[in-house]
């Protein structure tokens, strides 16, 4: 009896400590910025306290331990129809891929150590995908270009939910059609196949596709290894695992080994390929290791206009940060029978700073991931969200509009040049709280306001995982420390200019 007190007088505590966290989490936003169109204002008051923020980590010696940062986002909107009936049919095949990706994500875990030189740190550009046809952020990598042969720029989508990274190349049998020219092995003078009696051929790849390599001799005696990469929305990568220089912004990496795609079909758009970001031992985490110590972070930007871009960062070294909130950790849980991915347990929730009760709340672990688009919520779980969220905005006058694709909540805002946003907000365990971003509440399906939606879906069953997407990722800095086994989470204006 005293015990069954106890967790009663806990949880209340929980809730009382979750309301008090959300209180007053709503925000006043434009239709524009919900669009992903720029708000100098909002950037400018960010910018200046980053500024203040990462002069204090300077002063404090932070910047000492030196990471690499890559460019991350999304491209132009103007990739996506003004005119409204174009618009849906180009939105609802996102959302249909996006559907089909989490989904496979239900069914199995069939998705998908190099030398370095003298650089510690790396960091890239991250940008949105939306002008390669795909809602997910991609960066660009460089192959090649060692001993006086050039590098190959190529763009590729970042996903945490797969290990092995891979690139279409020539001579290529069967390929879809990719913005970037196909990565030339000939061309390469440091490239080199993969030999079949290699551990990467083996265990390593089984671990990260799933599938062990196969052996074929072409050319004489030359056996190289060949890998089956298959997705379970029905992409799929087959070629040869090899080795070549890898850069990354301005550190390069010797002997990395990635899949050389020769047949390959898909949910790609039209990237160059995949960057797997995932934990087993082919990951380009794993594989930079010995260099950046097994962490990566990265900020996924809301601005999908101008030349404003995210970040990827390899390392962990939090000079490259704008957070504007301290980073928050919780634990990294890792799944035996889903090696690849990368869990969390959310024991609450609250929506506008009203907490809301679920079964499904602390029920399973819930995975993070970069290459599903919309969350996915347990139904117990998004039937409590959303009743709260209905019961907020309806109050605030906005009308029901029709559902769209797996969108079943949304509303016509015309007339509203600004519209208060009810945020939602996530408690994991150890205590960190994570509220959603204006930007990651509401997903704009028409233009001009008549049809907008609460960008989050139900799973079908209560025992399926759930899925935090990087729409709900946005204008956040998300660190992965996966020595430390922890996840954190921290307030930042990703749209960098």
């Known amino acids: ?4 007190h106890g967790r009663v007088l806990l949880r209340v505590v929980a809730l009382l400590l979750l309301a008090a966290a959300a209180a007053g989490n709503s925000a006043v936003v434009s239709l524009r910025e919900l669009d992903g169109q720029r708000d100098a204002a909002r950037e400018a008051r960010n910018s200046r306290y980053a500024a203040d923020m ?26 996506i129809p003004d005119e409204p009936a174009a618009r849906d049919r180009y939105l609802r095949r996102l959302l249909a891929a996006d559907e089909a990706r989490a989904n496979s994500l239900q069914v199995h875990d069939n998705r998908a150590a190099a030398s370095t030189t003298q650089s510690r740190s790396a960091e890239v550009p991250l940008t ?28 590729v989508i970042v996903d945490t939910g797969s290990d092995l990274t891979w690139v279409q190349c020539k001579p290529c049998s069967t390929c879809y059609a990719q913005r970037d020219p196909l990565f030339d092995p000939a ?31 072409t050319g004489g005696s030359n ?16 070629g040869v695992l090899a080795t070549d220089t890898l850069a990354l912004g301005g550190a390069r ?10 047949s390959n079909r898909g949910l790609f758009g039209g990237t160059a390929g995949l960057m797997g970001l995932g934990r087993t031992e082919l990951s380009l985490v794993s594989q930079t290791a010995s260099r950046y110590g097994g962490a990566f972070s990265y900020c996924l930007p809301a601005t999908t206009s101008g030349d404003a871009a995210g970040s990827l960062s390899l390392g962990g070294n939090a000079s490259s940060y704008r957070n504007t909130t301290p980073v928050a950790y919780t634990r990294m849980i890792a799944d035996p029978a889903q090696p690849p991915f990368y869990f969390l347990n959310v024991t609450g929730a609250a929506v506008g700073g009203t907490p809301v009760s679920a079964a499904g709340l602390g029920a399973s672990n819930v995975l993070i991931d970069s290459g599903t688009v919309i969350t996915r919520l347990s139904p117990s779980v998004y039937r409590a969200v959303r009743a709260e969220f209905t019961r907020q905005f309806g109050a605030a006058g906005y009308q029901a509009a029709p559902g769209f694709s797996i969108l079943d909540t949304c509303y016509d805002l015309t007339g509203h040049d600004e519209v208060k946003v009810p945020l939602l907000t996530l408690r994991l365990e150890g205590g960190a ?16 306001g008549s049809q907008v939606c609460l960008a989050m879906a139900s799973l079908s069953y209560e025992d399926q995982t759930p899925i935090i997407g990087n729409y709900q990722q946005k204008n956040k800095r998300v660190v992965y420390d996966t020595v430390g086994s922890r996840l954190g989470f921290a307030d930042e204006d990703c749209s960098y200019v």
């Open 1 to 4: 009896m005293v015990a069954a």
């Open 54 to 79: 990462l002069g204090e980590r300077k002063k404090s010696g932070a910047a000492r331990t030196p990471t690499t940062v890559l460019e991350l986002k999304h491209h132009s909107l103007t990739a």
């Open 128 to 155: 949105p995908g939306i002008s390669f046809q795909t809602l997910n952020y991609v960066t660009t990598i460089g192959l090649g270009g060692s001993s006086g042969s050039a590098v190959t720029n190529l763009t």
């Open 187 to 217: 061309g390469s003078a440091t490239y080199a196949a993969v030999r079949c009696n290699a551990s990467a051929c083996a265990a390593s790849l089984k671990a990260a596709t799933g599938t062990p390599g196969s052996c074929a001799t």
């Open 223 to 238: 056996e190289k290894c060949y890998y089956a990469l298959a997705y379970g929305d029905g992409s799929f990568s087959r």
């Open 253 to 262: 990496l010797d002997g990395f080994v990635f899949g050389c795609g020769l």
């Open 433 to 448: 709280d994570v509220t959603v971003d204006a930007a990651g509440m509401l997903f704009v399906v028409r233009k001009d």
